[in-house]
């Protein structure tokens, strides 16, 4: 079995202190992901998803090549953002794909769970208001908190 190693997050001391098990989440993606999105992912994380996730957090680069339906775009477009958002809300995420479309789809998956998700929600949210100030849209968003 493959192990994953996460650097701390930096947002603990940014912001009011966290529950133990909340920053364990936060450090940790591949319990975050379990705990948040199990219903994402299915059987699980195989080692092949702890090695995409270990190299979309700790390099600067990457190429990776993996076949259509091994969960890049679910793990790495979509959840890791929500992850980022959740480690320090003032953070800058910029959604590539390969055409609008997909890049749309991406956002939508982002949005719906950002208003849909009740344990996220109730652990960092609400990221999003009605009545707030700033709208939410396919090429933007800005959480509240």
């Not at 992901?33 to 700790?58: K, M, P, Q, S, W």
Request: include cysteine; proline fraction near 5%.
């Amino acid at each position: 079995m493959t192990t994953a190693t996460f650097p701390s997050s930096k947002r603990r001391t940014q912001r009011s202190p966290l529950g133990d098990w909340k920053a364990t989440l936060l450090d940790n993606p591949d319990l975050f992901i379990a705990h948040y999105f199990a219903d994402r992912i299915g059987n699980g994380l195989e080692d092949f998803h702890l090695r995409l996730l270990d190299t979309a957090v700790n390099k600067s680069r990457s190429l990776t090549l993996y076949p259509a339906g091994h969960g890049k775009t679910t793990l790495i477009s979509e959840i890791c953002p929500i992850l980022a958002m959740c480690r320090d809300p003032n953070v800058r995420v910029a959604v590539v794909a390969k055409n609008d479309d997909e890049a749309a789809g991406i956002m939508r998956s982002i949005q719906h769970e950002l208003i849909s998700n009740e344990k996220l929600i109730e652990d960092f949210g609400p990221f999003y208001e009605k009545d707030h100030k700033w709208a939410w849209s396919i090429g933007r968003l800005r959480i509240v908190n």
